[in-house]
């Protein structure tokens, strides 16, 4: 199927109203990297280091880690990566760390939460990245921050992991963007001094969706209960794209609907510029996004808001149908 879309490969998404959109890819092991060229992806929007820590069966070794995020990095070449540091809990438990029973692991110690109360792990990953980059530039993201202070406090540790590794007489990073992903909606009501300080901004939407609908992405029974194009999630969504525009606050979208062609026309439409998806959705969404006119859906969304429609898929559809 990806041989579909190899002539389109190299061309920039702009869509018919000439607004430039970035395709990303999400990657987490080593396989995924050669997809960074046969997929036309312009980098890796999430690259979920958990992955690798989770097909073994002990801690791994910080050398070990250094030579795998060298390797990533040295794959990439000039394509940014965006480095999402460790989110194991909830669905994804380490065998060899001591696992705590919980009533919702999926509101409960998870990602960032884990880090800050282990420190040591969290040290040991900036450390290795730090190394890894060896004077090119690093892009580190923490995921599930559901309040600023989770933000600072880590960002406090890469800046005491910077002074570490400058002290040892280490490449620092060319440059560094530390960022946050907005998967709680607590996060998208922070003060606006958070979305002053932060880097970037990368909305986790599985995450997002399943808190905002409180409905479990992982449960049969009501995963599919939700549509993504809700009026209220993309009213939600589009809140937070205006928030972070006051601050020039660089965001994405990196959960899965954004590698649904879709959802991705209907994201790029609320003015995300940034869309990162599996490799093998790039070409659908690029093929859709280049023949579509933001503007216009823009106005069928609100059509249908105004209208008092539950969810906007039928209107967009109806529009795609059109077109063809
Ligand atoms: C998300 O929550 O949308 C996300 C990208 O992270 P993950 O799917 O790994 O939880
Ligand atoms: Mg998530």
């Known amino acids: 199927a990806q041989e579909r879309y190899t002539s389109i490969r190299e061309t920039p998404t702009v869509t018919q109203d000439g607004a430039r959109i970035n395709l990303v890819m999400n990657a987490g092991l080593m396989a995924d990297l050669p997809s960074l060229e046969t997929s036309g992806a312009e980098g890796v929007g999430l690259f979920?280091?958990?992955?690798?820590?989770?097909?073994?069966?002990?801690?791994?070794?910080?050398?070990?880690?250094v030579t795998q995020y060298q390797r990533v990095l040295d794959a990439a070449g000039d394509k940014r990566v965006v480095f999402r540091t460790l989110d194991i809990g909830s669905d994804k438990v380490l065998p060899y760390m001591k696992h705590v029973a919980e009533p919702n692991p999926a509101l409960g110690w998870r990602a960032i939460r884990v880090g800050l109360d282990k420190r040591?792990?969290?040290?040991?990953?900036?450390?290795?990245?730090?190394?890894?980059?060896?004077g090119r530039p690093l892009t580190v993201m923490f995921p599930f921050v559901a309040q600023a202070e989770e933000y600072r406090e880590a960002r406090w540790e890469v800046n005491k992991t910077i002074e570490r590794e400058k002290r040892l007489g280490h490449a620092l990073p060319e440059t560094?963007?530390?960022g946050a992903m907005l998967e709680t909606p607590s996060l998208a009501f922070a003060p606006q001094k958070f979305f002053d300080e932060v880097d970037f901004i990368s909305i986790g939407g599985n995450d997002l969706k399943q808190f905002f609908f409180a409905a479990d992405r992982e449960n049969e029974?009501?995963?599919?209960?939700?549509?993504?194009?809700?009026?209220?999630?993309?009213?939600?969504?589009?809140?937070i794209v205006e928030r972070c525009d006051i601050s020039e606050t660089p965001l994405s979208f990196c959960g899965e609907d954004a590698g649904r062609p879709v959802e991705a026309l209907c994201l790029a439409a609320m003015g995300l510029r940034t869309l990162s998806m599996r490799?093998?959705?790039i070409g659908p969404v690029k093929s859709l996004l280049l023949r579509s006119n933001l503007q216009e859906v823009r106005k069928i969304i609100a059509d249908a808001r105004h209208r008092g429609d539950q969810s906007v898929r039928p209107a967009v559809m109806e529009w795609l149908r059109n077109q063809a």
């Open 120 to 134: 040591g792990v969290m040290r040991m990953q900036l450390q290795a990245l730090i190394r890894a980059a060896n």
């Open 48 to 65: 979920r280091t958990e992955l690798q820590f989770l097909v073994r069966n002990k801690m791994p070794k910080r050398l070990e880690l």
């Open 279 to 281: 490799p093998a959705s």
């Open 221 to 239: 029974l009501v995963r599919r209960r939700y549509d993504s194009l809700n009026v209220s999630f993309l009213t939600f969504i589009e809140s």
């Open 176 to 178: 560094l963007e530390v």
